[in-house]
């Protein structure tokens, strides 16, 4: 059975970080692509990063390029997203996915994902 599972969500103040985390089993981590997204009440789901099977590449959306960094460790079979400068527009439920597309801007799209998790709340107020 394919599991993805985060961890790491909160409630933090503006201007504070955060680390989500995401391990993933049942399948062979090293040959995805990863990625996160994230959607907000009454709003769109949006495609926040992704990084190649490989780790050598990585997206990012532009509303949170240089504040975010995506990373994964594959003997952990780990995503990560580092999350600086947080915002009160970051507020929302972050999903990790994996897909089967390696490489390439197909990553930046969700509809190219098999998996999912559940998610994780991060909330960002005073």
């Known amino acids: 059975e394919v599991k993805l599972v985060e961890s790491g969500g909160g409630l933090v103040q503006p201007g504070k970080s955060l680390r989500l985390s995401c391990v993933g089993s049942?399948?062979?981590?090293?040959?995805?692509?990863m990625g996160w997204g994230r959607q907000a009440p009454g709003m769109e789901f949006e495609w926040v990063s992704s990084?190649?099977?490989?780790?050598?590449?990585?997206y990012y959306s532009d509303s949170v390029k240089g504040r975010f960094t995506i990373s994964r460790d594959k003997a952990r079979n780990t995503l990560y997203l580092e999350m600086n400068s947080l915002k009160p527009e970051d507020t929302a439920m972050y999903y990790c996915a994996a897909s089967r597309v390696r490489s390439g801007g197909l990553l930046l799209n969700q509809a190219w994902y098999n998996y999912w998790g559940q998610g994780t709340q991060v909330s960002v107020s005073s």
């Open positions: 049942g399948f062979t981590f090293s040959r995805y692509g």
């Open positions: 990084i190649t099977a490989s780790g050598d590449v990585t």
